[in-house]
């Protein structure tokens, strides 16, 4: 019966936490099982009617204590609706501190950054666009990228209005 009480109770939290944030235009995430392959390319789709307003953009990673590296790398492209257009990023973002510990939000060992992708953007055209989000993390000195890149638990895409 306790069980039922605090699955409840999480449950009505959730829901009040998530009915509060108005700015989220689009907010989805991959699950991992703690490892991200480099090749293996996460995608969100998502249909914008509005191609006045303008909004911010962000990647949003939750990683744990097994993140091995200070910085990250990522890839993100993102496609126009009815159009072969590819817009494409290379992007670097911070994880850790100096002495090793990971940045970001959270009690537990999974922090979660909200990295910025894109700020102040408009969306030309109505339709459906995807963003296609891939790794790209390099040890120093070395050519090849890191095939496993451990401690990532999800990637995400966050869009929020700028009202």
């Known amino acids: 019966m306790v069980k039922i009480k605090n699955s409840l109770l999480a449950l009505a939290l959730l829901v009040l936490c998530c009915s509060c944030d108005k700015q989220r235009f689009f907010d989805d995430y991959k699950e991992f099982d703690g490892t991200w392959n480099k090749d293996t390319v996460v995608s969100f789709g998502f249909e914008q009617k509005d191609t006045v307003s303008h909004y911010n953009m962000f990647v949003t990673m939750r990683n744990n204590k097994n993140y091995p590296y200070n910085n990250l790398f990522l890839i993100v492209?993102?496609?126009q609706p009815g159009t072969k257009l590819v817009k494409v990023d290379t992007l670097e973002y911070q994880m850790a501190n100096a002495d090793g510990t990971l940045m970001g939000e959270g009690f537990s060992d999974v922090k979660e950054s909200k990295l910025w992708y894109k700020e102040n953007v408009s969306f030309p055209k109505a339709g459906k666009y995807t963003v296609s989000i891939?790794?790209?993390?390099?040890?120093?000195g070395k050519v090849t990228g890191v095939q496993e890149l451990d401690g990532v638990t999800e990637v995400g895409l966050r869009i929020e209005t700028k009202e």
């Open 77 to 79: 492209q993102m496609q």
């Open 134 to 140: 891939q790794q790209a993390v390099r040890q120093a």
